[in-house]
């Protein structure tokens, strides 16, 4: 069993930044796929950003390209997403996943755990 926490979330000014961090529990950490999703009111879930065990490989959904960037430190279990030059449209709670070793980063079906979420609000 894994369990995901994330935080970092908050108030921001458009343009502004912020970086969540997710730790998780276990030793297998560096075993683990890690994604990051965001969910906006009234809309689903979607894939924000994916992160293979390694850390060599990387994915990003095109609306956060060139924005954000994830990254993992696995001696911390830890998986940060650095959002920067935030706009209104990504106000959404992000949640931290994980899968086993070889998977698809951007299906949310993938993923076999979940934390609860961050809220991330940026303001006009």
């Known amino acids: 069993q894994v369990q995901l926490v994330e935080s970092g979330g908050g108030l921001v000014q458009a343009g502004g930044s912020l970086r969540l961090s997710c730790v998780a529990s276990?030793?297998?950490?560096?075993?683990?796929?890690m994604g990051w999703f965001r969910q906006a009111p009234g809309k689903e879930r979607e894939f924000v950003a994916g992160i293979s065990w390694s850390g060599g490989n990387t994915d990003y959904a095109d609306s956060v390209k060139g924005r954000f960037t994830i990254s993992r430190d696995n001696a911390k279990n830890t998986v940060y997403l650095q959002m920067n030059s935030l706009k209104p449209e990504d106000t959404a709670v992000y949640f931290c996943?994980?899968?086993?070793?070889?998977?698809?980063?951007?299906?949310?079906?993938?993923?076999?755990?979940w934390g609860q979420g961050t809220q991330v609000t940026v303001s006009s």
């Open positions: 276990g030793r297998t950490f560096s075993t683990y796929l």
């Open positions: 996943a994980a899968q086993g070793m070889y998977g698809n980063m951007r299906n949310q079906d993938s993923y076999d755990y």
